[in-house]
């Protein structure tokens, strides 16, 4: 079983939809990253969190360490938004170590 | 542009050729990181380095070598290329601070565009 699981493992959606991705890892962890890759494209860190909630623009990553879950929603979905996003969590030894992720979702948006 | 570059962004190779991805950060990170990325694997790591002078290895280490070369520069060198080694690779850095009991974790993690490697 794998330390960190993505689902779905691919997701299309129309233009202006409201869209949850999850992340769930079965490791004590210091921290997780959201990272987004365009196909083709380089790897692109969203967010760091190890507790609550952060936002940025029409993004925001939530998190909670005693389920071991995390989900990134996008609000208002653009076209643009189309892209892989992957988690990776830090282990609990600190957020500077060795990190592990998930294999991405593949997020399509249809104008 | 503060970031990380990696070059050479493409290179084919014969098995048995050697060769260096070379990879340099400006943002005085101290850890840095070189995966590979194959279809439906995801990301793994091959080699880690948690500051200038020391390396560890990743999940998938055999077949690298890597050199932390001073703070901004850490290399990875394929001695004996074979066609298991396509891929694409990603060099990595990231600092993260904490602040204390009862603090949060906060940081910043950079990749660099990717180095598509062919091994015929």
Not at chain 1, 68 to 80: C, Q
Request: charge should be positive; proline fraction near 4%; glycine fraction near 10%.
């Amino acid at each position: 079983k794998n330390e960190v699981e993505q689902s779905p493992q691919n997701l299309t959606a129309q233009e202006g939809e409201f869209i949850t991705i999850n992340c769930s890892y079965s490791v004590g962890i210091s921290a997780l990253h959201w990272l987004q890759q365009h196909p083709g494209g380089g790897i692109v860190s969203l967010f760091m969190l190890s507790s609550g909630k952060k936002k940025h623009g029409r993004l925001i990553a939530t998190i909670n360490i005693q389920e071991k879950h995390s989900s990134l929603h996008i609000t208002a979905s653009h076209p643009r938004d189309s892209a892989v996003y992957i988690c990776a969590v830090s282990p609990y030894t600190g957020a500077n170590s060795k990190l592990t992720f998930g294999k991405g979702i593949t997020l399509s948006v249809r104008p | 542009n503060a970031g990380v570059t990696q070059t050479p962004k493409f290179q084919v190779l014969k098995t048995g050729q050697s060769m260096t991805l070379q990879c340099a950060q400006d943002m005085n990170h101290n850890s840095m990181y070189w995966y590979r990325q194959d279809p439906g694997m995801g990301l793994r790591l091959i080699y880690y380095s948690a500051s200038e002078g020391t390396t560890d290895k990743g999940e998938v280490p055999n077949g690298y070598n890597v050199s932390r070369l001073n703070k901004r520069e850490f290399s990875l060198r394929l001695e004996s290329a074979a066609p298991s080694q396509t891929s694409v690779y990603f060099c990595a850095s990231s600092e993260a601070q904490y602040p204390g009991q009862g603090g949060e974790w906060t940081g910043e993690l950079f990749f660099g565009e990717g180095s598509r490697l062919t091994v015929l």
